[in-house]
């Protein structure tokens, strides 16, 4: 949602917002390069595994409430 302010343009509100994620980028990358030497791996790359992570472990959570569910369902004569 693009901030609204009269004496700003929006397309300098892009690019300050733009300019600043690869800026933190850059220096999450190197951070991470520095902490891990010999096995390089990019902040991108962080973010995905984090978010596999994540969606595995919802659809395990996921699966060991199903059967629990289904005896709530057959309960109900659903």
């Known amino acids: 949602m693009p901030h609204k ?4 343009d929006p397309f300098l509100w892009r690019l300050i917002v733009e300019y600043s994620g690869n800026y ?3 220096i999450l990358d190197h951070y991470l390069r ?3 030497k010999g096995f390089a791996i990019g902040f991108t790359s962080v973010l995905i595994i984090v978010g ?3 969606d ?3 659809s395990y959570q996921a ?6 569910l289904s005896k709530a369902l ?4 659903v």
């Open 5 to 8: 302010d009269p004496g700003i």
């Open 63 to 68: 699966y060991n409430v199903m059967p629990s």
């Open 74 to 77: 057959r309960q109900y004569g």
């Open 34 to 36: 520095h902490i891990n």
């Open 24 to 26: 933190i980028d850059h």
């Open 52 to 54: 596999s992570i994540i």
């Open 56 to 58: 595995l472990r919802r």
